[in-house]
């Protein structure tokens, strides 16, 4: 297993899964992530980075392919913009939601 982290907002972090199996921990800080890849919210090297973490890690893909089929629903789903105070709050609570999530 091979691992290197700078900070949640460094962005450069390399896990290597040997058993295919991460631990919440190691995934916690690519929750964010996740949503800001599929945002195009992040540089070409981290989204490298991020997509080889989703390649070796099954609960990753799922929270992408989650998020992706979230964004999507909605887009469809809405023509109009939310207001920036709205959006916001939601962003907030999903943040929330997924810190709960990682520590049960």
């Not at 997509?51 to 609960?59: F, G, V």
């Not at 629903?73 to 939601?90: H, N, Y």
Request: with cysteine; glycine share 4%.
């Amino acid at each position: 297993m091979s691992e290197r982290s700078d900070g949640p907002e460094g962005l450069a972090h390399e896990h290597v899964h040997v058993s295919g199996d991460p631990s919440n921990a190691e995934c916690a800080d690519f929750l964010e992530r996740i949503v800001r890849l599929i945002d195009n919210e992040l540089e070409a090297g981290d989204c490298a980075v991020v997509r080889a973490h989703i390649d070796s890690c099954s609960p990753c893909l799922e929270r992408y392919d989650l998020q992706r089929t979230v964004k999507a629903v909605v887009a469809r789903s809405c023509g109009e913009t939310a207001p920036a105070d709205l959006r916001e709050r939601v962003r907030i609570r999903i943040q929330q939601i997924q810190v709960q999530i990682t520590e049960h």
